[in-house]
C-alpha cells in the first residue's frame, strides 16, 4: 500500500510517498519520496497567509510530480492520498486540501484528513523507534506536552499564548536575521557564540508555559541592551534560548515523572535545534532516560509525515468523505482517535 501525502499548514509545502508492506508483521515502511519546498519572506518580515498560499499553488503540481518521478510509481500505485486537514493557516491549508482533492476525483482515490501533530508523532516513532514516549511538540503554531493514553494524545501541559517557534521568529526579526533557511536557525547559530546570560522573564504556570512575556521584554530592551555595548545580538540569542529551552525541560520532566516515562520524543520544526536537544538529554541522562529526535528531513513540515498518520489511519478502515474534506485552524491533538494503537 502506497499513500501520498500533502503538508502546507504554514510556509512550508511537503508532498511524501510510503510504501506499507502489508505482507510483514508489522507492515515494512519505505519511504518512497519526500521532498519540499519552503516560502522565505524578506529579512524582518513573517510570512502572510496570503502569500504563503499563493507559493503553495504555484508549487504543489510540480512538487508532486517530481515526487512521484523520485518514487518511480503512477497514479495507478496510490492506495490512498492524505493531506493536513489542520491546525494551521487557513488559505495554506485550503489550497492543499483543493489539490487532494482533485486528485483524489480525477485518481478514483480515497481521502484520509491528518492532524498536523499527530503526523509529527508518528513519523518521530517510526523513525526514531521510540515505543511509549513523553512527546515534546515544538513548533511555530504549536508548543504542548503529550502522553500517549487510551487511544488518544492526551496534552499534559501547553503554551497560553504564543508557541516557543513564534516566539524565536519574532525575535529574529528583531535583529533583522534572514528567513532563510530559517530565522530560527539563525538566532540558533548566533546562540552559539554567546557568552553573557541576561536575567529573563521566566514563566511556568504548573505544566503551562508562556512566551509572550520573555518575548516582551527582550523586544524592549534589545536596544538598549545593544547600545550600552555589553552585550551582543549572539549574547541576546543565548540568553533566549537558554530560558525558554529551560522552561520545556521543566515541564517535560515532570510529565515524564508523573507517568514514569523514561523516554522523551522531540518533534516539531524547533525540535531540529541542538541546544534544546542537548539540554533535554542532559535531564533524560539523570532520570535514566533517552531523548529520540530527528533531523530537518523530519522535524520540519513535511508531507511523508501526513502520508505516514494517513496510511495508520487507513489501515483501521478511516476515510474521510469528499464532503467533510474541509480544513480547520483549530485541531487540538487530542481531538483525534488513535485507533491504530494498543
Not at 45 to 58: I, N, Q, Y
Not at 137 to 150: F, K, L, M, P, R
Not at 240 to 268: D, K, N, Y
Not at 294 to 299: A, I, K, P
Amino acid at each position: 500500500m502506497i499513500a501520498l501525502g500533502l503538508e502546507g499548514s504554514a510556509n512550508k509545502l511537503g508532498i511524501g510517498l510510503i510504501r506499507h508492506d502489508m505482507t510483514t508483521t508489522p507492515p515494512t515502511v519505505t519511504i518512497l519520496s519526500n521532498v519540499r519546498h519552503t516560502y522565505h519572506p524578506p529579512p524582518g518580515e513573517g510570512f502572510l497567509p496570503k502569500d504563503t498560499a499563493l507559493h503553495h499553488r504555484s508549487h504543489i503540481l510540480e512538487l508532486i510530480k517530481n515526487a512521484m518521478t523520485e518514487a518511480n510509481i503512477t497514479p495507478k500505485d496510490i492506495s490512498v492520498i492524505c493531506f493536513t486537514k489542520g491546525p494551521g493557516m487557513g488559505g495554506p491549508l485550503t489550497s492543499v486540501a483543493t489539490v487532494a482533492r482533485t486528485l483524489a476525483l480525477m485518481w478514483n482515490k480515497e481521502l484520509v484528513g491528518v492532524n498536523h501533530c499527530v503526523g509529527h508523532i508518528e513519523m518521530g516513532r517510526q523513525i526514531t523507534g521510540a515505543e511509549n514516549p513523553i512527546v515534546l511538540y515544538v513548533s511555530g503554531g504549536n508548543t504542548q506536552v503529550i502522553s500517549y493514553a487510551e487511544k488518544r494524545y492526551r496534552i499534559f501541559g501547553e503554551a497560553l499564548d504564543i508557541a516557543i517557534g513564534n516566539c524565536i521568529d519574532r525575535f529574529a526579526r528583531v535583529l533583522n536575521l534572514p528567513n532563510d533557511p530559517a530565522p530560527g536557525y539563525n538566532v540558533e547559530q548566533l546562540a552559539k557564540k554567546g557568552t553573557k546570560l541576561i536575567d529573563l522573564p521566566y514563566t511556568v504556570k504548573g505544566m503551562d508555559v508562556s512566551f509572550s512575556g520573555v518575548l516582551s521584554y527582550i523586544e524592549t530592551n534589545a536596544p538598549a541592551l545593544l547600545a550600552s555595548g555589553e552585550y551582543t545580538e549572539a549574547d541576546l540569542c543565548f540568553s533566549l534560548q537558554e530560558t525558554v529551552f529551560a522552561m520545556l525541560v521543566e515541564t517535560t520532566e515532570r510529565a515524564m515523572a508523573h507517568v514514569g516515562s523514561r523516554e522523551v520524543l522531540i518533534v516539531g520544526g524547533v525540535g531540529c535545534n541542538m541546544r534544546l536537544q542537548e539540554m533535554m538529554g542532559e535531564m533524560a541522562s539523570q532520570r535514566d532516560g533517552k531523548v529520540f529526535a530527528t533531523d530537518e528531513r523530519f522535524c520540519i513540515d513535511n508531507g511523508i509525515m501526513i502520508a505516514q498518520a494517513g496510511m495508520l489511519a487507513y489501515q483501521t478502515g478511516y476515510t474521510t468523505p469528499l464532503e467533510k474534506t474541509w480544513c480547520t485552524q483549530r485541531f487540538r491533538t487530542d481531538e483525534v482517535f488513535v485507533a491504530w494503537r494498543d
